[in-house]
């Protein structure tokens, strides 16, 4: 800590972008005992315990992850490197109506943390069930106490989840079975309205259709928010009105009257003062590609003054790449043929056997994936009609092999695999190119003549040894750009913490940046305003600029290798230790020099500083109108 007068570390020379759009300026900032302490040309190093020199480098406010799952690794890894190393400094957690506000809620035999998250989010049992056992609170109050003893390395934002909150009130099994009685839905109203007195920035729910729990017996039933009725929805959105806080939403979008119904609970015109709302997401899918005009229209019409809503939706700034371990992927939550093999645990090979190998289960799969694919118009328009029209493509040359055990397949979309396999059925041996991919060719079935039989045979005889990805959304730059500065849209949507093994975005916040600087200095200032205090703003918290006084939560970049960085070439396996378990990350390595967190490093441009995760960094941020009770309050209580 600084002494008396004096400055823990100067940063020198850096162009710094303070988080308020403005244009950068070239000159120090000192920092100490946590907060900004000056800023200015030719501050005197003398005074500073540590100089950093960053000339060429630019630095701004540490950035603000607005959509994580993070609130489960922070009970095993709470310094969260996966995030720090690509400059994060602020997560929102408990996103989706998902989170542990209420602890492990493990009463009557029931285990809500693995149940609920374990295929919503796909995440292991095993590294779930640790977090379970850590999360022994059982109050909304006690885990923010809780949040506040942990060596944190970003700031958490947690959410009061609307799944926990009925499962609190109503336990798991009624929570999915019936809708709750009057005095049920008066103590959610109540605990929520706690939670918001206690300082906690907003409140999540979920309507996405394809969001399913993992254990039996309810493996077919979906979490619980998803039976919240749109009049339970707004008691309990009309608490967080009250209070001026946030709403975190995902719409049932299948449904697009229910989710306009779901959404004008925004309006300040028709329910007498506006909610602030964000929802997720605007993508550009490639099977819909009417869904990010009209998600731009949504946001036009919500936040008009005719409306007088709060709404933002949220925008990825990557590719919408996604692993598949066989069948085992996000996206086939969606369609109920893929549904039935991830209902099984992932380790349960099998459970999926039996399941691919009955003969109706084939049949089904074997419709959906040839359905609307002979090339009628009138034969799609009755699949948009029926809404499956799915995100997942059914076009094997849209999934490309990362791994499988035939070596040659590696890198090689299906599609191409499956035309030498035709030219291999048709007599040309040489089609096949070794001994593995001939051995695999002699074991398709002789009646497998087209892809989806083609496609099944793979998923039988592999199962989760096949992995291919496939990018079904964002296939476009233009688009991506255009939804990332739209002013009525936040970037984010990044489910860092999540699909542990099925996607990647970290450094989500780092690719906006990069499309910013391809445009010039003065997009760079918009988006790192984007990226910083315009959230901050939005969901309702204290913004930290770089400003005297303020917060010393930064981060250093070094632009000429962030216009250099490939994300895609950046992604990678990695074994984590603390999950025993492999997961999927980005490696941004170099790209930034350093990260400050309360004015201590936690990442110094190779390596996470042994500080991170041993030393207490960020900290719960409550909401900026939060006004805790005087002590006086608190010592009657």
Request: glycine content about 6%; some cysteine.
């Amino acid at each position: 800590m600084a002494q008396a007068g004096g400055w823990d570390t100067l940063i020198r020379g850096a162009r710094v972008f303070d988080g308020t759009g403005a244009a950068p300026v070239f000159e120090d900032v000192a920092l100490a005992n946590g907060r900004i302490a000056a800023r200015g040309a030719r501050l005197s190093a003398a005074r500073a315990d540590r100089v950093v020199e960053a000339p060429g480098l630019w630095l701004m406010p540490g950035l603000l992850d607005i959509h994580t799952h993070f609130d489960l690794e922070v009970e095993l890894a709470p310094g969260l490197p996966e995030a720090v190393r690509h400059g994060t400094t602020t997560v929102v957690v408990a996103n989706c109506s998902l989170g542990l506000a209420f602890g492990n809620q493990r009463r009557a035999g029931q285990d809500p943390i693995v149940d609920c998250f374990a295929r919503v989010e796909n995440i292991p049992k095993a590294i779930l069930a640790q977090v379970a056992e850590r999360a022994v609170w059982r109050d909304s109050a006690d885990y923010l106490a809780h949040l506040d003893t942990l060596p944190l390395g970003p700031n958490i934002v947690p959410l009061i989840p609307h799944s926990m909150l009925r499962i609190e009130v109503m336990g798991l099994a009624d929570s999915v079975a019936r809708a709750p009685d009057a005095s049920e839905l008066a103590r959610m109203e109540a605990l929520l309205d706690k939670a918001m007195a206690e300082g906690y920035a907003g409140f999540s729910t979920d309507a996405l259709p394809f969001h399913y729990l993992a254990n039996a017996p309810r493996q077919r039933r979906r979490i619980p928010a998803q039976y919240g009725s749109f009049a339970e929805l707004k008691r309990l959105v009309d608490v967080v009105r009250r209070h001026d806080r946030l709403w975190q939403a995902t719409p049932p979008k299948d449904n697009p009257l229910a989710t306009a119904r779901l959404f004008a609970l925004t309006s300040g015109r028709l329910y007498g003062r506006p909610v602030r709302l964000t929802a997720v997401a605007a993508l550009d899918v490639a099977t819909n590609r009417t869904l990010a005009p009209l998600a731009r229209l949504l946001a036009r019409l919500l936040n008009s003054r005719l409306v007088d809503g709060r709404f933002r939706l949220q925008a990825l700034a990557a590719p919408f790449k996604t692993w598949s371990e066989g069948a085992i992927t996000p996206l086939a939550e969606e369609i109920p043929e893929l549904r039935a093999l991830n209902e099984p645990d992932l380790d349960d090979r099998a459970a999926r056997a039996a399941i691919m190998d009955d003969p109706d289960w084939q049949r089904r799969f074997l419709a959906m994936w040839r359905h609307g694919k002979r090339g009628l118009t009138l034969a799609r328009f009755k699949r948009l009609l029926a809404r499956e029209d799915y995100a997942i493509s059914r076009d094997l040359a849209h999934m490309v092999v990362d791994r499988a055990p035939v070596a040659d397949w590696q890198g090689e979309t299906l599609a191409a695999v499956f035309a030498r396999f035709g030219r291999f059925r048709a007599g040309d041996a040489a089609a096949a190119r070794s001994a593995d991919e001939r051995a695999a060719f002699d074991a398709v079935p002789t009646n497998a003549r087209d892809d989806a039989a083609f496609l099944l045979h793979l998923l039988r005889a592999y199962d989760r040894d096949l992995v291919w990805w496939t990018v079904s959304a964002n296939r476009d730059p233009g688009v991506v750009r255009d939804l990332l500065f739209n002013p009525r849209l936040l970037p984010g949507f990044n489910d860092s913490g999540a699909h542990l093994t099925n996607m990647a975005f970290y450094d989500g916040n780092l690719r906006a940046l990069q499309i910013a600087q391809g445009e010039g200095e003065a997009q760079v200032a918009r988006m790192v305003r984007r990226l910083t205090v315009e959230p901050a703003v939005f969901l309702g918290l204290e913004p930290a600029p770089i400003a005297v006084g303020a917060r010393a939560d930064l981060a250093l970049i070094d632009p000429a290798a962030l216009a250099a960085y490939d994300s895609e070439a950046q992604t990678r396996r990695v074994h984590r230790d603390v999950f025993d378990h492999e997961q999927l990350v980005n490696r941004s390595d170099g790209v930034v020099a350093g990260v400050w967190i309360a004015g201590q490093r936690a990442w110094d441009g190779t390596a996470v500083t042994p500080a991170l995760g041993t030393d207490r960094m960020g900290r719960a941020l409550r909401a900026a109108n939060h006004r805790p009770p005087a002590p006086a309050a608190l010592a009657a209580e």
